[in-house]
């Protein structure tokens, strides 16, 4: 354990750096703690910033991560609306807007993601939205109404969560993706499952087309032009094209980076005083035996308190399966594992795929590599241990549901 008097210093006031500070204290670290994020509100949670906080269905104040008397409580001088300028490793010590300086004995980057910014023409205008921070989520409840024509860039997870939420404000919605929804991330063979479930509930899909221009009346968008010269008309452009991990601190005190900062399994960057979490992590993955950066909240959840207790000096593997969810209309879902378009050779289905209540699996050579489960819950943990095994499977047991998941 540090000495008593020794400072850690955490950059990044989301999930994975509240939670890191939580674990430095609940593991016995009674030094100084500093948390510094540069957005205004408290540490809080991003999920419901496309779920129930934006369909109006969850409290805003659900979203925060602990109450606001609870950092001084545990004695986290939580520093809201500070942007770190500086990170020097070489002196220990970080620089805060108008030069003030401040010494760490570990340090933690945990500086998320920023959302990437489609390029062209008009993207500027009132009425292009994108979605992270909780005042966007602030702003897009305020124009996702009734009778609202709204135009979403981005078949990800965002912006199907959001086509969602517009179409149950009452809002006439179309969806412009490249691919098809999901499919980069879910493979041919599961992403449908998503393109049909939006065709069913209203939304309007428009497969390989690329946004060329947004367009404008009277200073506002007024539709969105493709690149065939095709327009679609509409008040509101929500934007959801992906996400860039927030290294530009990281590469400025010559960490080693490439597409996130990249640590070891115990989350230690090329500095051995700092370490990193979260979605700016790019990560040596014991178990899958390849470097991850993973873009989710479980990861912030469950990474930051790992990065904490490598800091305090402890053995730390990080080998969590990379999990995540959404929720979208009456769909529930919850996908664990790593199997990205062009690493599997099989893809198993256990359930009712029309009646959106099944199991996927994704195997290569026999192997489960991912699974997700549709409107079906409580599988999660049976699903890590098949990922785990490394067992050959039977691809036509793994597909009865008759066979109960436990004796895989
Ligand atoms: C709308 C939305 C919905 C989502 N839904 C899901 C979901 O359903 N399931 C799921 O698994 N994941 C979901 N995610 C992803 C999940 O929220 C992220 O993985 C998680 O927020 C990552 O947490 P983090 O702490 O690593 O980074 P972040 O949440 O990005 O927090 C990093 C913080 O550091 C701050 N920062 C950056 N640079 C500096 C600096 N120089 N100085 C000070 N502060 C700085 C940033 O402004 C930010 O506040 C969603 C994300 C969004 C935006």
Redesign the pocket.
Known sequence: MPDDDSRFVI?????????AAETLRAEGFTGAIAL????LER?Y???????GY?LGTEERDKAFVHPRKWYAEQRIDLQTG????ALRPGEHEVELPGGQRLDYRKLLL??????RRLDVPGAGLPGVYY???IE??DALRAVLVEGARVVVIGGG??GL??AAAARRHGAEVALVTLDPPLERVLGPEVAPVFADLHTEHGVRLHVGRGVETIAAADGHVAGVVFDNGDALDCGVVVIGIG?IP?T??AEQAGLEVDDGVLVDAALRTSDPDVYA?????NATHPLLGVRIR???????LN??PAAARSMLGQEVSYDRLP?????QYDLGMEYTGHAPPGSYDQVVFRGDVRGREFLAFWLSDGRVRAGMNVNIWGVTDDIQRLIRSGEVLDPSRLGDPRVPLAEL
């Open positions: 950059i990044g006031g989301g999930l994975a750096g509240a939670k510094i994020g540069d957005e540490p949670e991003r999920p419901p910033l496309s779920k934006l500070t942007p770190v300028t945990v500086t998320g993601a920023r959302v979605l992270r921070r966007d989520a997870w965002i969560e959001v996400v927030v530009e601190l979490a979260g979605d700016v992590a993973v873009e989710h909240w479980a990861n912030a990474g930051g999990y995540f969810f959404s929720d």
